[in-house]
Nanobody, 124 residues
Framework: VQLVESGGGLVQAGGSLRLSCAASVFTFDDYAIGWFRQAPGKEREGVSSISGRDGSVYYADSVKGRFTISSDSAKNTLYLQMNSLKPEDTAVYYC??????????????????WGQGTQVTVSS
């Protein structure tokens, strides 16, 4: 199983970025897949998740109304549209897959497969 993120970069506050996560081997319909982030000196935190089984979606309070998660099963690709970016969104963003959960969640310990991460930097 391989997850490869892309789409990170440097953007000014208020700007937008779209992250992509391409998956190999498995199909999204069988997994819960999510986005996580880790800022320097901070613990990794859940950002958003979507379940391929029941279609449920979860967002952290800090990103609700600004970020949108979506997936394209035909392309086996997960997206995170990030709007109204803030400096505090600066972090390395990771996508991950949970093979056992039937619902969207960001419980880090449940995730089995992780990408290598993509850097998002928001300047003030």
């Amino acid at each position: 199983v391989q997850l490869v993120e892309s789409g990170g970069g440097l953007v000014q506050a208020g700007g937008s970025l779209r992250l992509s996560c391409a998956a190999s081997v498995f199909t999204f319909d069988d997994y819960a897949i999510g986005w996580f982030r880790q800022a320097p000196g901070k613990e990794r935190e859940g950002v958003s998740s979507i379940s391929g089984r029941d279609g449920s979606v979860y967002y952290a309070d800090s990103v609700k109304g600004r970020f949108t998660i979506s997936s394209d099963s035909a392309k086996n690709t997960l997206y995170l549209q990030m709007n109204s970016l803030k400096p505090e969104d600066t972090a390395v963003y990771y996508c991950a897959a949970d093979r056992d959960s039937s619902y969207a969640n960001t419980q880090i310990g449940r995730y089995d497969y992780w990408g290598q991460g993509t850097q998002v930097t928001v300047s003030s």
